[in-house]
């Protein structure tokens, strides 16, 4: 499903804009981050996305204040903040383990902050309310963490984050804690929270699933760098990587061969077929080793003389997964996966059956054999 965020109001939309420029940190011989530099729009809904230890908790933590770079500029509202405290930046964070004081109540836990700012009881209290309403939780003030579910505990951190209306809303793998159905449930949540709120949120997550599910726009790390930005349709269907492509979605890797290139397409020969297909990374050239990129529902299974089909080959295995059928085809010595999306026993297609695979228009892209 595609997200359309909505507008943010007008007084909000000039507040919460963060410009990172050329951010390095090492830690040892380990260079953390290598040149960073990204722009995130008031009110945009931000995912930092990669594997663990490609720098995205470091480039959070810098935003916050908690990692002091060791080059390049943080700004906040056009303003640099690189070396200002983290108490000073007007920024609420949710950790991944809460960080919730055991021995306070969860109203005193949601009204921290506000008392660190000196802010009168009487107001504290309102706020606090204000803030746990919006998270579902009326009511649990006079409860302490220890009394919560884990849905709960991480509502407790994000009416924490918000009471004190910061002009950034960072999180670090909030949901890593909770069990499968209570992930999609809480994502949602956070979502329109900050849809509601219209605060510029900078997400951390290694789960391509729930940065897709979340964000206006992800940035893909590795090793310190950004390797592509851009709407989870983007990366999903655009890669510029074959990082990209592997990390972002289920995907079907073919090895080919460049044979002529024409502005943004690339004809390729590929499993004994010439394939014209979109690319838009590092430049191609005739003759250079690539990778064809599939996805598994852009391969559709067709009668065997099917003349759509551009592909011949042989179911080897089937998997029933209610909604949908996933199939091996073996291909020449390539095996690809296909997605039929499911309606019917009828529908059904047996292992060791001769078929044919019919790709979508712009069902696929071109990408280097070996990433920069």
Known sequence: MTRVAAPAPAAARARGTVALT??????????????????????????????????KTT????????????????????????????????????????????????????????????????????????????????????????????????????????????RLLLFDEPLSNLDARLRVQMRDEIRDLQQRLAITTIYVTHDQEEAMAVSDRIVVMSAGRIVQVGSAEDLYHRPRTRFVAEFIGRVNLIAARVTDVEGDRVALDALGR????????????????????????????????????????????????????????????ASLQAIRYNSGPADLVPPGLAIGLAVAADGAVAVPERDA
């Open 22 to 55: 050329g951010l390095v940190k090492r830690y040892g011989a380990t260079l953390a981050l290598d040149g960073v530099s990204l722009t995130i729009a008031p009110g945009e809904f931000f995912t930092l996305l990669g594997p663990s230890g490609c720098g």
């Open 59 to 166: 480039t959070l933590r810098s935003v916050a204040g908690f990692v002091a770079p060791d080059a390049g500029e943080v700004a906040i509202d056009g303003v640099t903040v690189t070396r200002v405290p983290p108490h000073r930046r007007q920024v609420g964070m949710v950790f991944q383990h809460y960080a919730l004081f055991p021995h306070r109540t969860v109203a005193q836990n949601v009204g921290f902050g506000l008392r660190m700012q000196r802010v009168d009881r009487a107001e504290i209290e309102r706020k606090v309310k204000e803030a746990l309403a919006l998270v579902h939780l009326p009511g649990h003030g006079g409860r302490y963490p220890g009394q919560l579910s884990g849905g709960e505990q991480q509502r407790v951190a994000l009416a924490r984050a918000i009471v004190i209306r910061p």
């Open 274 to 333: 010439r394939f014209v297909v979109h690319h838009d990374g590092a430049p191609l050239h005739a003759g250079d080793a690539a990778c064809l990129v599939l996805r598994p529902e852009a391969l559709e299974i067709v009668r065997a003389d099917d003349p759509r089909a551009a592909l011949q080959g042989v179911v080897t295995a089937r998997a029933f997964l209610g909604e949908k059928v996933e199939y091996r085809v073996a291909c020449g010595e």
